[in-house]
């Protein structure tokens, strides 16, 4: 039986291309979550008014790999310390969240948050995450899904 997990962590096609890779991910999806606006388009969203985060929703067997393994690659994806932004991206759109699932999931991402910000690893700066109840999620339009298996490139950056 699989489980899913719901991870922002700025522009989507790169996080989406690092999950990909872990063995024990069945399957991805980029798209909006955590807003307000029902049905966003890419467009809506890099006008920052929407309250979406660009995020990937993946399906994963526990059996094959832990959520606190799929969360050790969220943190290692992203700097968790900037506001509302990722390398040239900037905007709520760019945000880190985790969105959880279940109390579990929440429980597990809080205590792995605390666990790294405890760790040094962020040099001391705070740890800005937000760690929040999934909401409904809207699949990205198709080009922008496993957007590098398709076109290739290593940046993000469209909506800046």
Not at 103 to 114: I, L
Request: with cysteine; glycine share 12%.
């Amino acid at each position: 039986m699989t489980e899913k997990a719901t991870f922002a962590s700025g522009c989507f096609w790169g996080v989406e291309a690092s999950f990909r890779r872990v063995r024990g991910v069945v399957s991805t999806r980029v798209g909006y979550t955590g807003g307000h606006t029902r049905d966003p388009s890419y467009e809506d969203v890099c006008t920052d008014t929407t309250g979406h985060a660009e995020a990937v929703e993946l399906e994963f067997d526990p059996a094959a790999v832990s959520y606190e393994q799929l969360l050790e690659v969220f943190w290692g994806v992203h700097d968790p310390t900037t506001l509302n932004r990722q390398g040239p991206d900037r905007g709520s759109q760019y945000r880190s969240a985790v969105f959880y699932h279940d109390d579990a999931q929440r429980d597990k991402a809080v205590m792995s948050r605390d666990r790294l910000q405890a760790s040094g690893r962020t040099g001391g700066a705070a740890i800005v995450t937000e760690v929040v109840s999934a909401g409904p999620f809207y699949e990205a339009e198709e080009y922008h899904q496993r957007y590098f298996e398709k076109r290739g490139g290593t940046g993000c950056g469209l909506c800046h």
